[in-house]
């Protein structure tokens, strides 16, 4: 069972037989996995229809797993074996041949994600069958951990069908065609196991069915999430699980195939953060997070604040990260793809800092309502504006400042009105920098109209729409900033 990384040779046997009483003495010898195994004859548990060969061993159990998971077992347990053949007397069935390897794993450490892991001295009684294809069409597997997982599975040439029960709970549940079962529950799981393992096949057509599957905490990372409570349904392409507790409902969808990505499809995500920086929980998602995915959110709450609805692909490299194709909304604010269909947020390791690099459209279709949202108090209206940014910082994306960041701005606004105000001077930054290019007062000198008396509110421009270079030291219109009104126009370029 290759498959399975079983591999029994070197067979060789030594028995009494006759066909009224079945086996009277006997010797069997073989190598499971290259390891010996010296069988003796029990007359003690054979009966009519069985007869029973027995073997103790101290056994290495990372003989017997995957190479990808073999190092995270060290040490042996005594574990017993049993081989059951049929009697081969006359008038008694053929029975099953069966191989049973038992366990209470003292002496072994399982250094596995929740709920595998497991110290060297704590005891965790293991049983397995074995039932190989010789009297039946397909290999069978029953199995015990613990109070952790028990359950039945036919191996299959194209995957597994059966079925897992997690947790003391008796379960009502059957074996369906083609279809792995969970249900039960598990005190505490950490997702950093499901890396472990490739659900995805070209060449299986079983299906992963979760039936009803409790979990008291999901780890991820330095993450805890509370009780879960998890379910699946059927598709080509993924494994569709349902996810619900306190602080995410959706879904996640795993690939069967390996061409496709996860996605995380969620209605809502709300966490609440008390006196962990941003900076820490971020690192914690870049050490850990190293798979291609697609995330959608209809609701994202951090800390009680609503920051909207978005979607994006997750690329993980070396050093960074690519956070593709981000389309999303937060309060009167959205962001989407460019004129060149690009909308995205990297983020590199550098040294001992980052760098973030946001090339995207951002853009409000209620500007004013939008600036009040960070605390600006507008002296102008606006229908319309959006930026298309080509910028980065030396920092991470929460850290930028107005004056550490670099690149190319395409500014586009329409309906633009310009109140006057005495005190603008005195209001925030980005105000300032209206009070700079002092439009009205530009148009006075330049056409000799007094613009206050025919625009009580002040400037207006039907649209303004310009690019402008930003350095840590100035802000260069090396083309023109253009203001249309009518069949007014007015250029401004210069360097501020």
């Known amino acids: 069972e290759e498959d399975f990384g079983l591999s029994i040779g070197n067979i060789y046997s030594s028995l009494e037989w006759n066909n009224s009483e079945g086996f009277s003495e006997g010797l069997l010898s073989l190598e499971l996995n290259s390891i010996p195994i010296n069988f003796a ?19 290495q159990f990372k003989n017997f797993l995957p190479a990808n998971i073999k190092n995270k077992i060290s040490g042996s347990s005594e574990t017993k074996f049993r081989l059951g053949i049929p009697s081969l007397r006359k008038g008694w069935p053929l029975n099953e041949v069966y191989i049973r390897i038992s366990s209470r794993m003292t002496g072994t450490e399982v250094n596995l994600p929740f709920p595998l892991s497991k110290n060297k001295n704590q005891n965790i009684d293991f049983n397995l069958d074995y ?24 191996i299959l040439d194209d995957g597994l069908e059966g079925f897992i029960i997690s947790g003391k709970k008796k379960q009502t549940i059957s074996i369906e065609k083609k279809k792995l079962s969970f249900i039960g529950s598990i005190p505490k799981f950490d997702l950093s196991l499901l890396s472990l393992f490739d659900i995805s096949s070209t060449n299986q057509t079983s299906t992963i069915d979760i039936k009803n599957l409790e979990i008291g905490e999901i780890l991820f990372s330095n ?3 509370p009780k879960t409570i998890l379910s699946s349904e059927i598709s080509d392409n993924y494994i569709e699980i349902a996810i619900k507790n306190d602080n995410v409902s959706g879904k996640v969808y795993f690939p069967r195939l390996t061409n496709l990505a ?18 820490s929980i971020f690192v914690d ?6 798979q291609k995915l697609i995330f959608k959110t209809n609701s994202l709450i951090l800390n009680s604040v609503n920051y909207g609805n978005w979607s994006f692909n997750f690329e993980p490299a070396k050093s960074s990260f690519t956070i593709k194709n981000i389309t999303g909304s937060y309060g009167k604010w959205g962001l989407t793809h460019n004129k060149e269909g690009i ?27 939008g600036f009040m949202q960070f605390g600006i108090e507008p002296n102008f209206e606006m229908d319309t504006i959006f930026a298309e940014t080509n910028l980065f910082w030396n920092s991470l994306p929460w850290d930028f400042d107005y004056d550490n960041f670099k690149g190319e701005i395409y500014l586009e606004v329409k309906g633009l009105v310009i109140e006057d105000q005495e005190d603008l001077q005195r209001q925030n930054n980005i105000l300032r920098l209206i009070n700079i290019f002092n439009i009205t007062d530009s148009f006075e000198k330049v056409t000799n109209l007094d613009f206050r008396k025919l625009y009580k509110s002040g400037f207006s421009a039907d649209s303004v729409k310009g690019t402008f270079n930003v350095t840590q030291a100035s802000i260069n219109l090396d083309s023109p900033m253009i203001f249309k009104s009518g069949s007014s126009e007015f250029k401004w370029r210069g360097r501020i």
């Open 41 to 59: 004859l029990d007359s003690k548990l054979s009966g009519k229809d069985y007869t029973i060969f027995r073997a103790n061993n101290d056994l």
């Open 131 to 154: 039932y190989p294809a010789i009297y039946t069409k397909i290999p069978k597997l029953k199995f015990k951990y613990g109070d952790l997982f028990r359950g039945k599975l036919n």
């Open 223 to 225: 993450f805890v999430f």
């Open 262 to 279: 996860p996605i995380i499809d969620l209605e809502t995500i709300n966490f609440k953060f008390s006196e962990t920086p941003s900076s």
């Open 285 to 290: 998602i870049y050490n850990n997070l190293n």
């Open 343 to 369: 909308s995205s947020l990297s983020i590199t390791k550098r040294g001992m800092g980052w760098r973030t690099d946001l090339v995207s459209k951002i853009y409000s279709g209620s500007p004013e309502k």
